[in-house]
Every structure is written in structure tokens, then in C-alpha cells.
């Protein structure tokens, strides 16, 4: 093939390509216009669209601002309405006001010129009246004053006569009859108050169930007794009474700790030295609740609230205190009741009246202050524990040791004579001989060194037991002799006193 041919068929097929070429372009020309033409359309669908929803939007936020604004045109115009009603009604209230204004000073007017009347006519009187007093003073010869301090005196000595007078009749009634009520009053209050009557003893005596048991109660060679009775300062007679010990002391809490203590001591059936301690320790204790136990039972029995525990436990320790041979509690209970009827009787305070009853004897409780009278003792503490202050006086003033300035202290004072004087209530010689006893253990007390001390045997011997700390062997010899010496010198008592004093030393270790 020859090169002209080639150069002609390279130049169709590059013709070929050129018109075909061509021909697919124009083709491409026409799909996109058509593309073009079609997406014109719907954008302008889609505008003519957003312009219709645009317009409707706007006519509903058109519709809802011209309601809003009639809605606060509507409130407005009502607002305006109240107003106008108020400015009506307040120029209408200023007019009823003005007329009242005018009404009140036409009447101001008026009343001045009745004023100015009354005032013309009083002058008139006076001068009519001063003529008279002076017609008056010319026949009668005396000013009026003078007439009038006469008549004034003359007024005064006939009503003082008459007072004098009706003054007699009430005392002369009053006299007659006060005397009369008055018994009638006590005997109502006896006879309403029933009160056993028994004298307090200084012994008791603790049953056993066989002699067998007085020999461990006894112990070898008395060293239980001697224990027992060093523990609790009570003298514990062992004798030939059958199945019966007896305890003796003038103290009832110390026989009572004795009684109890040995009842344990039976019972455990372990008797020595060491255990009689821990026992009566203990029973100390037991003795101490239940004498607040006592004294809050007593309080609520007797409808009285509000004590001071210190006075609820003073109340409870009356139950072993006795007044002359009269247990203390009973006593006190008994004068409670006593006022408390006599009160109600007279129409007194009913509650003062039987709490002061309670109280009245408080001052014989404490072991201090020996040398105060037991009213006036009793009248510290019930101030110092803020009683009302009627209760503090009647307490006081029952044995006349104050000045009565209430209507319950002579009521406490006869209720507490009603009770003493009972036939069969108090012993005079008991109360000397436990201040006789008293007296001893106290003297005992006073030196240093002593711990404790025990009046014994009816009185007839002291015993002392001294810390060993303090007090040596010899020192103990000179105590006892001292001891026997000052109650030979300041004491007055029957027959001979034994004074004993024990110094014991103990060394107490724990192995942990």
C-alpha cells in the first residue's frame, strides 16, 4: 500500500472521529438544556410555593397581634371604666364628707352658745347662793365653814359610837362562837385521821431456824460476830433464846442493815470475816435506794409533786428516824393528813397545808447541825430547796422558834401537838437516851484520824475505829484515854462506858 494511501485513510478516520465527535456534543447540548430547563421550572414551583406559605404565615401573625391588641384594648377601656366608678364614688364620699363638716360645725356653734348659757345661769346661782349663805351666816351668828366643821364632827363622833358599837357585838359573837368552831374543827380533823400508835424500840430480833446456826453466826473464836459488829456498829446478842438473835442500837438504818445483812449471810450459808463486809456493803446500798424508793412511794400516797430529790430522799429516811419513841414518817404522815383536813375545814390551801405537814420535821433527818433546833434546820432546807415560801415559814414557826406570818403554821403547829399528844405515842426517856448515844458517837468523831464510831451495849461502850494511815498503835492508847477523860468531864450517863479503839491494818493487792 502506498503512502498516499495511508495519508488517506488516517485523514477519513480523523474525519470520521472529528463528525462523530461533533454529533455526540450536540446531543450532550441538548440534555443539559433540557436538565436546565426542567430544574427552572420546579425552583420556580418551589419559590412560588414558599412565597404562598410565607404570606399565609404572615396573615395568622397578623390575625393573632390584632387579637392580642383588641384583647388589651378591651382590658383597658374596663380599667378606665373602674377608675371612672372610683373617681365617682371617692368625689361622692368628699361630699357627704364637706356636708358632715358643715353639719358639725353648725353643731359646734350650737353647743358654744348653750355653753355660754349654762355658764350665765351657773353665775346666776352662785350669786344667789352666796346671798343666801350670808342671810344664813347673819341669823345663825357662825361662818359656813365653821358650820360645816361642826357638822362634819358631829357625823364623825356618832359613826365612830355606832362602829364601837357594832365593833362589841362582832367580838362578843366571835368570842362565843369562835371557841365553838374551833373545837368543833379538831374534833371533826381527829376523828376523820386514824393513826396506829406504836413506840419505835431500840432492839430487834432476827429469827433462825435452829440453834446450830448461832455458832457459825458466831464463828471461831467470835471473829464473826466481831466482824459483824465492826461493820455495822450494832451489838448482836447471842443468848439462850431459842432460834432468835437480837440486835441492839439506838440507830434504826444500822439494825436494819444488820437484819438484812445477816438474813443474807443465813441464807448464802457462807459466813467469815470477808464476806460480812462485801455483804453489809452491799446491803448499804440496798438500803439507800430503797430509802429514795420510800420517799417517792410517800409522795405519791400523799398527792404531793414537785419535792426536791434531796427532800424525796430526806422523806424516805424519816422511815428510820424516831421522835420520842414515834416513828418520824408516820408521825409526818399523820400531821399531813391532819392539816389536810383542817385546811379544808377552815378553806385554806389544802395542798400547801399537807405538803408543809410532810415537811415539818424534816429538820430531825440530817446527822449535822446538832446544835440548830430542828424547825429552823428544817426551815433552811426547805428554802434552800425553794419551797413556797409558806410552806418555809409554817416549818419554822411550828415549835415558835419564828415569827408566824401565815394561816398554815398554827395549823401545822396544833396538827403536830393532835399527833404527839396521842395516848400512847411518844416515850420521853427514848429520845434522851438516843441523843445520849448520839452525843457519844459525835464526841468520838471529832478527833482525826477516826473513821467511824459505835455507841454499843445500851450506851455502855464506845467503840472507834481509827485509819491506820493516821493513828499509830501508841496514838490509840492516848485516844482512848483522851476519850475517857472528856466523858468523864462533860457527859452525864449511868454506871461505866468502855471505850475501844481498834486499829487494824490491811494490805490489799489484785493479781490481773
Given at each position: 500500500m502506498g503512502i498516499?494511501?495511508?495519508?488517506?485513510?488516517?485523514?477519513?478516520?480523523?474525519?470520521?472521529?472529528?463528525?462523530?465527535w461533533f454529533v455526540a456534543g450536540n446531543q450532550q447540548k441538548g440534555k443539559a438544556s433540557s436538565i436546565i430547563a426542567e430544574a427552572e421550572a420546579k425552583a420556580e414551583v418551589i419559590r412560588k410555593d414558599k412565597e404562598l406559605q410565607a404570606k399565609e404565615r404572615f396573615m395568622q401573625l397578623k390575625a393573632e397581634h390584632e387579637k392580642e391588641v383588641n384583647a388589651k384594648n378591651n382590658h383597658l377601656t374596663q380599667a378606665e371604666g373602674r377608675i371612672k366608678q372610683k373617681e365617682q364614688s371617692l368625689n361622692q364620699k368628699m361630699e357627704n364628707t364637706q356636708r358632715k363638716e358643715n353639719e358639725l360645725e353648725k353643731l359646734k356653734e350650737q353647743y358654744s352658745r348653750q355653753v355660754e348659757a349654762v355658764n350665765h345661769k351657773k353665775e346666776e346661782l352662785d350669786k344667789a347662793l352666796q346671798s343666801q349663805i350670808k342671810t344664813l351666816e347673819k341669823v345663825a351668828g357662825m361662818s359656813a365653814e365653821e358650820a360645816k366643821a361642826q357638822m362634819i364632827e358631829a357625823l364623825k363622833d356618832e359613826a365612830r359610837t355606832q362602829a364601837m358599837v357594832m365593833a362589841k357585838d362582832i367580838v362578843d359573837e366571835a368570842k362565843l362562837t369562835a371557841v365553838k368552831d374551833a373545837k368543833k374543827i379538831v374534833i371533826q380533823t381527829i376523828q376523820r385521821t386514824a393513826a396506829e400508835q406504836a413506840i419505835e424500840n431500840s432492839v430487834s430480833v432476827f429469827h433462825i431456824e435452829s440453834d446450830e446456826m448461832k455458832g457459825r453466826i458466831i464463828g471461831r473464836e467470835g471473829r464473826n460476830i466481831r466482824a459483824l459488829e465492826a461493820a455495822t456498829g450494832i451489838e448482836i446478842i447471842v443468848d439462850d433464846t431459842p432460834e432468835a438473835i437480837i440486835l441492839s442500837g439506838f440507830d434504826p438504818i444500822r439494825r436494819e442493815i444488820a437484819r438484812l445483812s445477816l438474813h443474807r449471810l443465813v441464807t448464802d450459808g457462807r459466813i467469815h470475816p470477808a464476806r460480812i463486809e462485801e455483804v453489809v456493803t452491799k446491803v448499804k446500798k440496798q438500803i439507800e435506794e430503797e430509802i429514795v424508793e420510800i420517799g417517792e412511794r410517800v409522795c405519791i400516797d400523799m398527792g404531793i409533786h414537785g419535792l426536791h430529790p434531796e427532800l424525796v430522799r430526806m422523806v424516805g429516811r424519816m422511815r428510820y428516824r424516831s421522835s420520842y419513841g414515834q416513828n418520824l414518817l408516820q408521825h409526818s404522815r399523820e400531821v399531813?393528813?391532819?392539816?389536810?383536813?383542817?385546811?379544808a375545814e377552815m378553806g385554806l390551801n389544802v395542798k400547801l397545808a399537807k405538803r408543809a405537814g410532810l415537811l415539818h420535821d424534816i429538820g430531825k433527818v440530817p446527822d449535822d447541825n446538832p446544835e440548830t433546833p430542828h424547825a429552823l434546820l428544817g426551815m433552811q432546807l426547805a428554802e434552800k430547796y425553794k419551797e413556797h415560801p409558806e410552806v418555809v415559814n409554817a416549818i419554822g414557826a411550828h415549835h415558835d422558834e419564828i415569827e408566824m406570818n401565815c394561816l398554815i403554821a398554827p395549823v401545822i403547829q396544833a396538827c403536830d401537838a393532835i399527833s404527839g399528844s396521842r395516848p400512847g405515842a411518844r416515850r420521853e426517856d427514848v429520845e434522851n437516851?438516843?441523843?445520849?448515844?448520839?452525843?457519844?458517837?459525835a464526841m468520838a468523831l471529832s478527833y482525826p484520824g477516826v473513821e467511824k464510831s459505835f455507841a454499843i451495849q445500851a450506851g455502855r461502850e464506845l467503840r472507834v475505829i481509827v485509819e491506820s494511815e493516821k493513828i499509830t498503835d501508841e496514838q490509840a492508847d492516848v485516844l482512848s484515854f483522851d476519850l475517857a477523860t472528856r466523858i468523864q468531864k462533860e457527859m452525864t450517863y449511868p454506871g461505866q462506858i468502855k471505850i475501844t479503839v481498834i486499829r487494824e491494818k490491811r494490805a490489799v493487792n489484785f493479781a490481773k
Amino acid at each position: 500500500m502506498g503512502i498516499l494511501e495511508i495519508v488517506l485513510i488516517v485523514a477519513a478516520a480523523a474525519i470520521g472521529a472529528l463528525i462523530t465527535w461533533f454529533v455526540a456534543g450536540n446531543q450532550q447540548k441538548g440534555k443539559a438544556s433540557s436538565i436546565i430547563a426542567e430544574a427552572e421550572a420546579k425552583a420556580e414551583v418551589i419559590r412560588k410555593d414558599k412565597e404562598l406559605q410565607a404570606k399565609e404565615r404572615f396573615m395568622q401573625l397578623k390575625a393573632e397581634h390584632e387579637k392580642e391588641v383588641n384583647a388589651k384594648n378591651n382590658h383597658l377601656t374596663q380599667a378606665e371604666g373602674r377608675i371612672k366608678q372610683k373617681e365617682q364614688s371617692l368625689n361622692q364620699k368628699m361630699e357627704n364628707t364637706q356636708r358632715k363638716e358643715n353639719e358639725l360645725e353648725k353643731l359646734k356653734e350650737q353647743y358654744s352658745r348653750q355653753v355660754e348659757a349654762v355658764n350665765h345661769k351657773k353665775e346666776e346661782l352662785d350669786k344667789a347662793l352666796q346671798s343666801q349663805i350670808k342671810t344664813l351666816e347673819k341669823v345663825a351668828g357662825m361662818s359656813a365653814e365653821e358650820a360645816k366643821a361642826q357638822m362634819i364632827e358631829a357625823l364623825k363622833d356618832e359613826a365612830r359610837t355606832q362602829a364601837m358599837v357594832m365593833a362589841k357585838d362582832i367580838v362578843d359573837e366571835a368570842k362565843l362562837t369562835a371557841v365553838k368552831d374551833a373545837k368543833k374543827i379538831v374534833i371533826q380533823t381527829i376523828q376523820r385521821t386514824a393513826a396506829e400508835q406504836a413506840i419505835e424500840n431500840s432492839v430487834s430480833v432476827f429469827h433462825i431456824e435452829s440453834d446450830e446456826m448461832k455458832g457459825r453466826i458466831i464463828g471461831r473464836e467470835g471473829r464473826n460476830i466481831r466482824a459483824l459488829e465492826a461493820a455495822t456498829g450494832i451489838e448482836i446478842i447471842v443468848d439462850d433464846t431459842p432460834e432468835a438473835i437480837i440486835l441492839s442500837g439506838f440507830d434504826p438504818i444500822r439494825r436494819e442493815i444488820a437484819r438484812l445483812s445477816l438474813h443474807r449471810l443465813v441464807t448464802d450459808g457462807r459466813i467469815h470475816p470477808a464476806r460480812i463486809e462485801e455483804v453489809v456493803t452491799k446491803v448499804k446500798k440496798q438500803i439507800e435506794e430503797e430509802i429514795v424508793e420510800i420517799g417517792e412511794r410517800v409522795c405519791i400516797d400523799m398527792g404531793i409533786h414537785g419535792l426536791h430529790p434531796e427532800l424525796v430522799r430526806m422523806v424516805g429516811r424519816m422511815r428510820y428516824r424516831s421522835s420520842y419513841g414515834q416513828n418520824l414518817l408516820q408521825h409526818s404522815r399523820e400531821v399531813a393528813n391532819l392539816c389536810a383536813t383542817m385546811a379544808a375545814e377552815m378553806g385554806l390551801n389544802v395542798k400547801l397545808a399537807k405538803r408543809a405537814g410532810l415537811l415539818h420535821d424534816i429538820g430531825k433527818v440530817p446527822d449535822d447541825n446538832p446544835e440548830t433546833p430542828h424547825a429552823l434546820l428544817g426551815m433552811q432546807l426547805a428554802e434552800k430547796y425553794k419551797e413556797h415560801p409558806e410552806v418555809v415559814n409554817a416549818i419554822g414557826a411550828h415549835h415558835d422558834e419564828i415569827e408566824m406570818n401565815c394561816l398554815i403554821a398554827p395549823v401545822i403547829q396544833a396538827c403536830d401537838a393532835i399527833s404527839g399528844s396521842r395516848p400512847g405515842a411518844r416515850r420521853e426517856d427514848v429520845e434522851n437516851y438516843i441523843k445520849r448515844l448520839k452525843d457519844l458517837e459525835a464526841m468520838a468523831l471529832s478527833y482525826p484520824g477516826v473513821e467511824k464510831s459505835f455507841a454499843i451495849q445500851a450506851g455502855r461502850e464506845l467503840r472507834v475505829i481509827v485509819e491506820s494511815e493516821k493513828i499509830t498503835d501508841e496514838q490509840a492508847d492516848v485516844l482512848s484515854f483522851d476519850l475517857a477523860t472528856r466523858i468523864q468531864k462533860e457527859m452525864t450517863y449511868p454506871g461505866q462506858i468502855k471505850i475501844t479503839v481498834i486499829r487494824e491494818k490491811r494490805a490489799v493487792n489484785f493479781a490481773k
